[in-house]
């Protein structure tokens, strides 16, 4: 059998913006810990699988807790006829908190590369049209909004996400927009401040 540091150490060094050197120290940050807290650590790695789910309608992770659907798709005051597509998990939360929207989300799960080519394995393009293309068919979708950061990537994901739900969108009154520009001082969602996300939303295009 391996080294079990060395084997702990490479599945660390497997963990996003982690690298060789960190993960050793993972390691032996865990070796002088006790064992009440390490049997903590296991069971929740443990249970948040268990008990974390990805909800089918939005992508994001949500406790389950014998619901199929996350609490805000659920939610029925809910304004079903706007999806707004963001990066990641805490956009929503950011979003969600500061009260400037009532409508659904779409997790997108990253942003679209600007140099490589396989980009749709990484990033539910094919999960949006999908949803988007159910929606129009229900006859109930009146808004998509776009809202990536103010980056070169969040750009090229605009733009790139406007190409991909052209064709879908054709010949529909739904409308494509996408969040203000320009009249943020933070770059990520994540980071934006209630007052700038109301404005963003208002001046959105
Ligand atoms: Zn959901």
Do not use: A, H
């Given at each position: 059998m391996s080294n079990p540091i060395q084997k702990l150490a490479d599945m660390f060094a497997?963990?996003?913006?982690?690298?060789a050197r960190q993960s050793k120290r993972f390691v032996y940050f865990l070796l002088s810990c006790d064992k009440a807290y390490l049997d903590e650590l296991a069971n929740l790695i443990i249970s948040v699988k268990k008990r974390i789910t990805q909800c089918p309608e939005c992508f994001r992770y949500f406790e389950h807790d014998n619901h199929d659907h996350c609490e805000r798709c659920e939610k029925?005051?809910?304004?079903?006829?706007t999806i707004m597509v963001v990066e990641k998990d805490a956009d929503v939360d950011q979003v969600s908190a500061s009260g400037a929207y009532n409508g659904l989300f779409f997790v997108f799960g990253g942003l679209v590369p600007?140099?490589?080519?396989?980009?749709?394995n990484r990033i539910r393009i094919n999960e949006l049209q999908k949803r988007i293309a159910r929606d129009i068919a229900d006859n109930k979708l009146k808004e998509v909004i776009l809202g990536f950061s103010l980056s070169r990537e969040g750009d090229y994901t605009d733009t790139y996400v406007r190409d991909e739900l052209r064709t879908l969108l054709e010949n529909t009154s739904v409308r494509l927009s996408s969040l203000g520009r320009?009249?943020?001082?933070?770059?990520e969602l994540e980071y934006s401040d209630s007052e700038t996300l109301r404005n963003a939303f208002t001046n959105r295009h």
């Open positions: 497997d963990f996003p913006g982690i690298g029925l005051s809910i304004d079903r006829t600007i140099v490589e080519k396989e980009t749709s320009g009249l943020s001082t933070g770059t």
